[in-house]
Each structure stands twice: as structure tokens, then as C-alpha cells.
């Protein structure tokens, strides 16, 4: 396992509990990179793209405005929500989660940190997306 300090994070590299928690919590059992303030834990070196960078990075202002436990609390109830009510594939209802949903929408505007207003999470609760993600590219295609 590496540590690199970078600009706005601790990029921690290599397989790690804290992605292990991830893949348990988030039902994206491939999930290859985590955040927990203030690192970004990445599986491996090729994964710190700028578009995975920024993800994350807009994951950990959402964390820091909600104090982390109420993103936590947040992002499990949209979760169960969409498994137990909507009846969604894990992989699904984590994307429909307010949190992924501004993360992914804006993962390729590397101004969105700059132009994003406080607490823009909260546009996402009831405004959701279907998507998909191409996860070489980083692309996101809005399906409705």
C-alpha cells in the first residue's frame, strides 16, 4: 500500500479495508475506489484519472457538509429505498443515491467544484437520473 499526498486529498493505493467496507456498504461489490475524509482509496494507480479524482472529490465536500455520518445516513436510506421499494439491483440503487447521482452528473466538469453552491446535494434527492457509466472512459449517458 501507498500514500501520496496531493492537492485537496491523501491518495492511499492498493487493497484496503476501507474499500472492502465500500463494496459491503454501497452493494458495489466491484467497487474499486472509496473515499473517507480526507483520503481516496484507490485499488491501483490507474484509477487516479481526473474524472475519478473529481468524483471523489465532490464526494468529500458533500461529506464535509454533512459531517460525514449524515451523508452516511443519507446515502443508506436512498439506497434501501431503491432496493427494498423500488425493487433496483444493487448496482442500480446505488446510483439512484443523491450523493452518486451529483458525482457522477458532474465528474467530467472540472469547475464544477468551483461553481458548486453548498449543500448541492439536496438538488439530487428529488431531480434523479438514469445513467449509465462507462467505467474506461469515465463517460455518463443520461438515459431519460
Do not use: C
Not at 492537492?7 to 452493494?27: D, N, T
Not at 445516513?73 to 447521482?101: N, V
Not at 439530487?124 to 438514469?130: P, S
Amino acid at each position: 500500500m501507498q500514500i501520496k499526498i496531493r492537492k485537496g486529498y491523501i491518495a492511499v493505493l492498493g487493497e484496503s479495508w476501507p474499500l472492502k467496507l465500500a463494496r459491503f456498504l454501497s452493494g458495489h461489490k466491484n467497487a474499486t475506489i472509496s473515499t473517507t475524509p480526507p483520503f481516496i482509496f484507490f485499488l491501483n494507480t490507474s484509477l487516479e484519472r481526473p474524472d475519478t479524482v473529481n468524483h471523489e472529490k465532490i464526494h468529500l465536500r458533500q461529506m464535509y457538509e454533512l459531517l460525514y455520518i449524515f451523508a452516511i445516513i443519507l446515502q443508506q436510506i436512498e439506497f434501501w429505498y431503491a432496493r427494498l421499494i423500488l425493487k433496483k439491483s444493487s448496482y442500480d440503487a446505488y446510483k439512484f443515491t443523491s450523493l452518486e447521482q451529483e458525482a457522477y452528473l458532474n465528474h467530467n466538469n472540472p469547475n464544477y467544484l468551483k461553481e458548486r453552491k453548498m449543500f448541492a446535494v439536496f438538488k439530487y434527492v428529488f431531480n434523479k437520473k438514469d445513467f449509465t457509466y462507462n467505467k474506461d472512459t469515465g463517460e455518463v449517458i443520461i438515459e431519460n
